[in-house]
C-alpha cells in the first residue's frame, strides 16, 4: 500500500547541482515504509556544523543528519544535508552527484523510520536495504567500493 507522505525541501544554501524536489520526493516516497511528515534541508558547512556541534557534540559538518521526533503515526522528523561535504565526497568517491544525494537521502530515511548503524550486524541490514531501494531507483550499490556514510 502507499504510504502517505509530507514533505518539505528548504534550500538553505544556493548551489545549482542540488536536487529538485521531485527528486527528492521520489527518493523519500522510495525509500519510506510508513506515513510521513518529513523536512529535508539542505545547509552550508556553517549550519551543518553548528547542528553536529550542538546535537551530537562533534565539531565538524557531516553529510547526513537525521533528526526522529517522536515514534507517532505519521512519523515526523528533519534531514540536514550539507551541500558542501555531499559535493566533496562525490567527488573524491567518484560518485555521480546525484547518485550520492539519493543514496543519503534514503540513509536519513531509514534513520528516521528506526534503522542504524551502530553495531556490524545493524549496518549489514541497513547497507543491504539502502543498497535494495537504490537499485530499485536506478543507481548502483553505495558501498560498492567506499564505507559507511556517517
Request: glycine letters at 4%.
Amino acid at each position: 500500500m502507499e504510504k502517505a507522505f509530507k514533505l518539505a525541501v528548504q534550500y538553505a544554501i544556493e548551489n545549482p547541482d542540488m536536487p529538485a524536489r521531485p527528486q527528492f520526493r521520489r527518493w523519500v516516497k522510495t525509500a519510506l515504509m510508513r506515513d510521513a511528515e518529513i523536512v529535508i534541508r539542505l545547509v552550508d558547512e556553517v549550519e551543518g556544523r553548528e547542528l553536529n556541534r550542538q546535537f551530537r557534540h562533534k565539531n565538524y559538518a557531516t553529510n547526513v543528519l537525521t533528526f526522529a521526533y517522536d515514534d507517532s503515526q505519521p512519523l515526523t522528523g528533519d534531514i540536514v544535508l550539507c551541500v558542501p561535504i555531499v559535493c566533496k565526497e562525490a567527488q573524491q568517491q567518484h560518485k555521480p552527484l546525484l547518485a550520492h544525494y539519493a543514496h543519503l537521502t534514503v540513509h536519513g530515511i531509514l534513520h528516521l523510520q528506526g534503522y542504524d548503524h551502530i553495531d556490524d550486524t545493524d549496518a549489514i541490514e541497513m547497507e543491504q536495504l539502502e543498497t535494495k531501494i537504490m537499485a530499485r531507483l536506478g543507481y548502483d550499490d553505495p558501498y560498492a567500493e567506499h564505507g559507511h556514510t556517517s
